[in-house]
């Protein structure tokens, strides 16, 4: 039976996504930010604030779909070996890389840990902590499929109270922890998919919500940032959208997801769908490490260095557009060269197995 396409509003969404995190590592990842001058405030420094804030909402809205779409689907262990296999790939084969070219370490010890990273980062980082949500999402299925609306909403509120509402409350708390909070966000994916509040199942509305929170993130942006000009205020400008669980940075991803998941666009068009399949690998080549991570922001593209350069706003779009476009090339590569003929191979042996065992 042939493959069905994925719809491409939520396919665009994804790329929308990935753009904004690529943004935000290059305000947060390039060292421009000591560039700050709070008793000189310019027109860059204002930019890049607001134009890097959206890399932790983001990565909510990525669980929203996971929740969303896997709350009624089925679990497939070739979905969680997909998401292994590209994650073992980009980390074993860019650490390898660099080695080799003498801009990196390598050694035994350190390439045994970049193996086993998955295991080592499942409550720190994102792709190793997606992959064990990923294996938890049977159980939470049969959990949350179990319970009515009103316990469903119950779990949510206790869940939502604890992770964000405390530690946004009490500076000094922090209740964040970060697969408890994928589980808490996938929740909220599941909850739409189940019991969509009508507030939020129709595309104009939720456009004007879009735009409504995402003014809001600015606001306090900006607010701190005169608080820091008047010595009020000592708290970071990303206060209330620095972590996944920060309630306006929520909120931006709960009504984004919902306006683009609303769009009439119901058919597949191969220009969204092609990149979007490579979201999760633009991330992973980008984002791979710290030797990455100076090569691209502060070696290649100097982001600290055209700080003060009237065209820097146009510069930060260009870089961010043109990561996206080479990364994405780079695991279509990855994914029609390796991926695509090792699952053909291993569902022939797994069909073969099947037929021996059923025999």
Not at 260 to 272: C, G, N, Q, S, T
Request: proline share 3%; aromatic share 16%; hydrophobic share 50%.
């Amino acid at each position: 039976m042939a493959k069905k396409s994925r719809s491409s509003n939520i396919e665009l969404f994804r790329i929308v996504m990935m753009l904004l995190i690529i943004a935000h590592h290059l305000v947060v990842n390039s060292g421009v930010t000591s560039k700050y001058d709070f008793g000189n405030v310019t027109v860059n420094m204002i930019f890049l604030q607001l134009f890097g804030f959206a890399g932790k909402p983001m990565i909510d809205g990525f669980l929203l779909i996971t929740g969303y779409f896997s709350v009624k689907g089925k679990f497939t262990p070739e979905k969680a070996l997909r998401v292994f296999l590209e994650i073992c790939f980009y980390k074993v084969g860019f650490y390898l890389l660099f080695g080799l070219l003498g801009i990196g370490e390598l050694s035994v010890s350190g390439l045994i840990n970049t193996a086993l990273y998955v295991f080592k980062n499942g409550n720190s980082a994102f792709p190793a902590t997606y992959f064990w949500l990923y294996l938890l999402t049977p159980f939470i299925n049969t959990l949350v499929l179990n319970l009515d609306k009103r316990k469903y909403l119950g779990l949510l509120s206790i869940l939502l109270f604890y992770f964000s509402v405390i530690s946004t409350v009490f500076k000094s708390v922090d209740t964040f922890s970060e697969l408890g909070w994928y589980i808490t966000v996938y929740l909220i994916g599941g909850y739409l998919r189940l019991y969509e509040p009508k507030l939020l199942s129709d595309c104009c509305r939720n456009g004007l919500l879009t735009a409504a929170s995402l003014l809001a993130c600015f606001a306090s942006i900006l607010l701190i940032t005169n608080g820091h000009i008047k010595g009020t205020s000592d708290i970071s400008i990303y206060y209330y959208v620095s972590n996944a669980n920060k309630p306006f940075g929520l909120l931006l991803a709960i009504c984004a997801f919902q306006w683009f998941r609303h769009m009439p666009m119901k058919r597949a068009y191969k220009a969204i769908n092609i990149p979007a399949s490579s979201v999760f690998g633009v991330l992973l080549i980008h984002g791979n490490g710290d030797t990455m991570r100076t090569l691209l922001w502060k070696n290649w593209l100097d982001i600290q260095g055209h700080y003060d350069w009237k065209w820097l706003p146009i510069y930060a779009i260009v870089c961010v557009i043109g990561i996206f476009i080479v990364c994405t090339a780079i695991d279509q590569l990855r994914i029609h060269l390796l991926e695509t003929p090792f699952f053909k191979l291993y569902n022939k042996v797994k069909d073969s197995v099947l037929l021996r065992l059923s025999s």
